[in-house]
Nanobody, 124 residues
Framework: QVQLVESGGGLVQAGGSLRLSCAASGDTFSKYAMAWFRQAPGKEREFVAR????????YYINSVKGRFTIGRDNAKNTVYLQMNSLKPEDTAVYYC?????????????????WGQGTQVTVSS
């Protein structure tokens, strides 16, 4: 089973950018589709973006399309989330996930491995 560690969160003003990273270890990273989820205070964890194992196929929720980009470097066992034009409503703890088990990739229970999360705070 893969272990995941996120980094790159922080405090940024609205309109700013952040790049999150998720480093994987413990298994063959290149065989895993990867995803980012987020959880805002008082809300359920929600799917943000997904990238296929080869890095070609991506999918985003509508609210981040055109602002966020998910990518991966299989040589570095790392998945990224480039976040531009950040809004206060993007404030959340961001989690990466691996080990898609089937079903809907936007469902939390469809992912087997999770990182500890990294806090992103966007001030207005």
């Amino acid at each position: 089973q893969v272990q995941l560690v996120e980094s790159g969160g922080g405090l940024v003003q609205a309109g700013g950018s952040l790049r999150l990273s998720c480093a994987a270890s413990g298994d063959t990273f290149s065989k895993y589709a990867m995803a980012w989820f987020r959880q805002a205070p008082g809300k359920e964890r929600e799917f943000v973006a997904r990238v296929s194992s080869g890095g070609i196929g991506t999918y985003y929720i509508n609210s981040v399309k055109g602002r966020f980009t998910i990518g991966r470097d299989n040589a570095k066992n790392t998945v990224y989330l480039q976040m531009n034009s950040l809004k206060p409503e993007d404030t959340a703890v961001y989690y990466c996930a691996a080990g898609f088990t089937g079903g809907s990739f936007s469902t939390i229970s469809s992912w087997r491995s999770w990182g500890q999360g990294t806090q992103v705070t966007v001030s207005s």
